[in-house]
């Protein structure tokens, strides 16, 4: 398993003169003013179009709005072909799609693929990344039922065929709720089963906390994270200031700058553009409490690294820019799990099951999960 060592100076205390140091808290209180007055135009800014919005559109009108794209996008996502056959006409796995009725009574759109043939080994539970959807990880499920395992994955609030307004993520607690709950759900239709938990970027995020639940790691084997959101820092400190506010007063107000064809994920061409031009996939710019809820999870998660006892593999591209692989290296030498591997990919980016070698990826994690069962065993 690759390691890869972060360096951190050590942070000084500068050398002032007495005069310094009477000037010093000062300019802080000066600083801690002007971060106020900004927080407090920016609001009424923020205000500002929110009300001309309302004028135009009712809160019952924007409901049904919201409702309309929920069903569209369901149909969207029921309409994808998830079959796979031997090239004869031979199906080699049987799949279906449900709703599950989440804790917050949103309904939440789910697959599921089992192998047809052969006893399932283990079952593997999905959780997307931010602003993708299950559909996208059909042919990893593929991979895995090959391999005896069964799938199950599952688009949370906003995402994919899910209720809520597209993009819009108002809590990833309850996501980490709405998680656990399903995968008792899982537990329970399919008992003496050994289930594991895979999340990518900020699913893996959510994955993470909810394993470091007691009542959710006991439903565990362990837990599988692709490029976890774990070091995950505001364009600007000023942003991570103002973020708890804003998240309160202008929760889906829009951050402009975003772009359809968002920043490389993966070096596979037809990958990059078959995830940007999927309609269930998000590419508009991120709202104000999703961006919070991210800084506040990761912010969370890097506190509590060495109280996480699963056993967990964790993989993340050297060359990914959009989560910090140095996280997920301090997750692995900081965490107090017993059972635990990190793989680095040397030159990979963020998506690795949508690079050029997602076949290696993915046997990768199963070859982990197997050799995880194989322990279980043992003990």
Request: net charge positive; charged share 25%; with cysteine.
């Amino acid at each position: 398993m690759a390691t890869m060592r972060a360096s951190r100076g050590a942070e000084m205390e500068p050398l002032t003169s007495g005069a310094s140091n009477r000037i010093i808290p000062v300019l802080r209180a000066l600083q801690r003013s002007l971060v106020f007055v900004y927080t407090l135009l920016f609001s009424l800014l923020l205000l500002l179009p929110r009300r001309r919005q309302n004028r135009r559109l009712s809160p019952s009108k924007l409901r049904k709005r919201e409702e309309e794209d929920t069903l569209r996008r369901r149909a969207l996502a029921e309409g994808l072909e998830m079959v796979f056959d031997d090239g004869e006409g031979a199906s080699l796995c049987r799949w279906d799609t449900c709703l599950f009725s989440g804790v917050t009574r949103n309904s939440f759109f789910c697959r599921s693929w089992f192998p047809v043939s052969g006893q399932t080994k283990g079952i593997l539970l999905i959780i997307h990344g931010l602003n993708e959807h299950s559909g996208r990880y059909a042919q990893f499920a593929k991979q895995l039922t090959s391999c005896n395992f069964g799938v199950y994955a599952m688009d949370w609030i906003g995402h994919g065929g899910s209720d809520g307004l597209h993009g819009y993520v108002p809590s990833l607690d309850l996501v980490v709720t709405d998680t656990a709950a399903f995968l008792e759900k899982i537990k329970s239709e399919n008992p003496g089963v050994p289930c594991f938990l895979f999340g990518h970027s900020t699913g893996g995020a959510v994955v993470l906390k909810a394993a470091s639940y007691r009542h959710v790691e006991e439903m565990l084997e362990g837990i599988i994270l692709t490029s976890p959101a774990l070091r995950v820092k505001p364009a600007h400190p000023i942003v991570g200031v103002v973020a708890p506010l804003f998240s309160l007063v202008a929760p889906r107000f829009q951050f402009k700058g975003a772009n359809k064809r968002g920043i490389p994920v993966t070096r596979d061409p037809v990958a990059l553009r078959a995830k940007y031009d999927d309609p269930l996939v998000y590419t508009g710019p991120i709202r104000v409490r999703t961006g919070h809820e991210i800084l506040r999870i990761s912010s969370y998660l890097m506190r509590n690294f060495r109280s996480i006892t699963v056993p967990f593999f964790v993989l993340h591209g050297t060359a990914d820019r959009v989560t910090d692989p140095l996280a997920s290296q301090d997750l692995y030498n900081e965490a107090a799990s017993e059972f635990k591997d990190i793989k680095l990919y040397e030159g990979f980016l963020h998506d690795l099951l949508f690079e050029p070698e997602r076949e290696e990826i993915g046997r990768d994690i199963i070859s982990w999960m197997e050799k995880k069962l194989s322990a279980g065993l043992v003990q």
